[in-house]
């Protein structure tokens, strides 16, 4: 072979090549909103991929800095404060996540309640707290979403009476997800994953194959019990293992039925999928509150919504439409 020629399939090969040096799989993961955030994208450029990613992790902050109870802060935190006493004005997005986190209270015949919060801040898994049969009692009143009025032209929550509180953490990381999606693919991404603790949602596949994500066995952390392929679509676990404590043998978990302010029972675990993260991610946690039954029932007449329920004995149920490998 003379020199020319070589230097020439060289170059050749260097131009095929030269897409793919920036074309590349790009991830990071972040502690945001007390959960991991992880980001996984295909980039076309290896900048605008790391700006792309950049730009979500700040999203994820932006929305648990409006969002977070755990933060005094925060316009929710505000909210709780003050409007029992007179209207709050709220930011759109504040109005329209509350809105959406009442009609899904309409839905689910009062499963999901925001105001569970009412009851469910006198409890501290962390620290194995909870409420005292007389205080839970007395708190229990002021759990009804129907406390919550909206006044939408005017962008105002009030409480109608005192003592209520909400918290968003049943919906948010949703939200969140469902916001970092929308800043992708208005950058023009086609092929990424973005999930929040048990918050996930995908654009387009990984490239050929569906991306997968693991359903967990409620009682053995390194087991799964499913492995969901995916591509556009969004998924949600909710589950009776991820803040609790236990006493007197009993398990007392982060999701509250609002008709009593204790942990619902009759469940270990809820993985939902769907299309947006918000409705699917409030989803699992009114199938949760609901139970097998009505929570399949439930499944059942939302369109292109699939789910799967772990009992409490550990006996698996799915939807009709969901699909078995
Ligand atoms: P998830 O992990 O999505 O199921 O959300 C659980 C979180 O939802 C809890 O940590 C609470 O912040 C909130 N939550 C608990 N019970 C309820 C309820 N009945 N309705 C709405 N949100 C709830
Ligand atoms: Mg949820």
């Known amino acids: 072979m003379t020199r020319p020629f070589l230097s020439r399939l060289l170059l050749i090969a260097m131009l095929a090549l030269s897409p793919s040096v920036w074309a590349a799989w790009l991830s990071d993961e972040q502690p ?53 006493r007179q209207p709050i004005t709220i930011s759109k997005e504040l109005l329209e996540l509350l809105e959406r986190a009442l009609r899904m209270s309409e839905l689910t015949h009062g499963a999901f309640d925001i105001t569970y919060a009412s009851a469910g801040h006198l409890y501290d898994f962390p620290r194995k707290i909870k409420p005292s049969a007389e205080a839970l009692a007395a708190a229990l009143a002021a759990i009804n979403y ?47 994953l973005v999930s929040a603790g048990g918050d996930s949602r995908v654009i387009g596949d990984r490239r050929g194959r569906p991306w997968t994500v693991g359903i967990r066995d409620p009682r053995q952390q390194d087991k799964v019990i499913a492995v ?5 679509a969004a998924i949600s676990t909710s589950g009776d293992y991820e803040r609790y404590f236990e006493a007197e043998g009993v398990r007392y978990h982060h999701i509250i039925h609002p008709r009593s302010g204790q942990p619902a029972s ?10 947006d993260s918000t409705t699917i991610d409030a989803l699992s946690t009114s199938i949760f509150v609901m139970g097998v039954k009505k929570g399949l029932a439930l499944v059942e007449s939302l369109p292109g919504v699939e789910a799967v329920v772990v009992d409490a004995d550990g006996k698996i149920h799915y939807s009709s439409g969901w699909k078995r490998p």
């Open 32 to 84: 945001v909103m007390g959960t991991v955030v992880r980001i996984e994208l295909w980039s076309d450029s290896g900048k605008s991929g790391q700006t792309a990613i950049a730009a979500v992790m700040e999203e994820m902050r932006r929305v648990d800095r409006l969002m977070s109870t755990y933060k005094e802060d925060s316009e929710i935190s505000r909210v709780n404060r003050e409007a029992a």
């Open 228 to 232: 969901v392929p995916l591509s556009n």
């Open 266 to 275: 009759g469940v270990r675990s809820v993985t939902a999928v769907g299309a």
């Open 146 to 192: 129907r406390h919550v009025a909206l006044d939408r032209a005017n962008s105002t929550v009030r409480f109608l009476r005192s003592g209520v509180r909400i918290d968003l953490g049943g919906i948010a990381k949703g939200h969140a997800v469902d916001r970092a999606i929308a800043l992708l693919q208005a950058r023009g991404i086609k092929h990424a």
